[in-house]
């Protein structure tokens, strides 16, 4: 039975189930693809931690076509007692940037370099192979070749790119000039920090500087995190807009739309609140749920709208929990009070009492308890993914659709995590709703209430 075979989630080779562990150390990553097929590292026990050097997201696996997923990802780690129907809440504990510097900005496609899609299937346009092998001659956008023909291989280019160096302390960054800008591309991999285990072709190689002394200010949080999908999907689109790319395609990985619907986990968020402080919730639909992470932005402003920013590598530390029959489709996420829209945060005593005199004067005799949840929603679109939030929030606390969206206007906000298609529905839910479905600890624990 499929819910009995979690402690089955990690041996590889025929050997039997790893000892379940405190803590689970992970240097090493996947090619781009999650696979449920594939073995997991661990597992790690309910309440122990998973402590993780990423490597960075988007451009530096966007240009090394041997990395099929777009982005170059954890090996997931199994989670004891995690079986499928249940839920991993993972607590962000701390978050830290690594790199020294980075670079980004808006991309080209660059036509004849790939099979349908360049964020998963590159091909050398002069010799065919596909997902290439590559090396890097020199600095550059042509820097990025092919090891069988030695043709200029990279899928992407820059429509308008930046190089950014970040302060010691990791508050601030500054963009480049040319000189400095190549300064950097000579020694990429050292200014980029690489994880040791790391294939990727950093991407300062490439020394953009259209930007140049503009300032930024440094918030780190994860693009991806979450937990393995029930069938193989590249990591990047592990999600309903980035998915839809799947759909028909002509690669191997193309899938259709009612298996995208219901093996992809939505680990592919790109929502700022992912960071320190906050607790994500995550559905399992394989054996031990398969606890990834990757992606680790240095800052991000709502909606990603340049399509990438800055991707760094980084350490991580999370502690997982397990909670038994949650059965959800996609995620949860309890952001810090500061990320929170005004109208979800929590009450203030004061508030509560001149509420309470307002209820009195009406004859409305018991105020309704209430938390501030934030329920994911992808699709191909941000309409699609608005809809896909609504329902979501409505099955987890069986409520119709038409009651979450009026309490998303009056008590929260829907917010955009990427364009064009990751959002945010959050609003203040009833504890009772919450309590019955398992999450007020959760709730306790992040808002002091209930």
Not at 347 to 363: K, N
Request: a negative charge.
């Amino acid at each position: 039975m499929i819910a009995e075979s979690t402690a089955k989630a990690a041996p590889a080779n025929g050997r039997p189930p790893a000892a379940s562990q405190r803590t689970v150390l992970v240097d090493q990553f996947t090619n781009g693809i999650l696979d449920p097929e594939q073995p997991m590292l661990g597992p790690v026990k309910d309440g122990g931690h998973i402590i993780a050097n990423t490597a960075p997201g988007c451009w530096g696996p966007m240009i090394t076509p041997a990395i099929r997923g777009g982005h170059e990802v954890t090996r997931p780690v199994a989670v004891e007692g995690a079986a499928v129907g249940d839920a991993i809440a993972l607590r962000l504990q701390a978050i830290t940037v690594t790199s020294l510097a980075t670079a980004s900005g808006n991309d080209i496609l660059m036509s004849g370099r790939f099979l349908g899609d360049p964020y998963v299937a590159g091909r050398c346009p002069q010799c065919g192979t596909l997902y290439p092998e590559t090396h890097l001659e020199g600095i550059g956008q042509t820097a990025v070749r092919c090891n069988q023909c030695g043709a200029d291989a990279a899928p992407f280019n820059f429509a308008n790119g930046y190089t950014i160096f970040f302060d010691g302390n990791h508050t601030l960054g500054v963009t480049l000039p040319q000189e400095a800008a190549e300064h950097l591309g000579r020694e990429a991999k050292r200014y980029a920090a690489l994880p040791d285990n790391s294939v990727q072709n950093p991407i300062l190689a490439f020394a953009p500087h259209d930007l140049v002394g503009l300032v930024a200010r440094l918030r780190p949080f994860m693009g991806q995190l979450g937990t393995t999908p029930s069938m193989r999907f590249p990591d990047s689109h592990n999600a309903g807009d980035f998915g839809s790319f799947l759909v028909g395609a002509p690669h191997e990985y193309a899938v259709t739309a009612e298996q995208l619907a219901k093996h992809k986990t939505d680990g592919h968020m790109d929502i700022d609140a992912v960071r320190a402080g906050a607790i994500l919730i995550c559905p399992v639909k394989v054996p031990g749920g398969g606890v990834y992470l990757g992606d680790m932005h240095a800052l991000q402003g709502d909606g990603e709208i340049a399509g990438h920013t800055c991707d760094v590598a980084g350490t991580v530390t999370l502690q997982v929990h397990v909670i038994k029959g949650l059965n959800i489709d996609g995620p949860i996420l309890l952001p810090v009070v500061e990320d929170l829209p005004f109208l979800a945060r929590p009450l203030s005593a004061a508030e509560e009492a001149t509420a309470r005199q307002v209820a009195r004067q009406w004859g409305v005799e018991q105020l309704e308890a209430s938390a501030p949840i934030s329920v994911v929603g992808t699709g191909p679109d941000l309409n699609a993914a608005t809809e896909n939030g609504l329902q979501r929030a409505a099955t987890l606390l069986g409520m119709t659709v038409p009651e979450v969206k009026n309490r998303a206007t009056i008590t929260g906000a829907i917010e955009i995590g990427r364009n064009p298609g990751v959002v945010q529905v959050t609003f203040r839910a009833p504890l009772d709703r919450l309590e019955a479905r398992g999450l007020l600890p959760f709730i306790r624990d992040q808002y002091g209430i209930g």
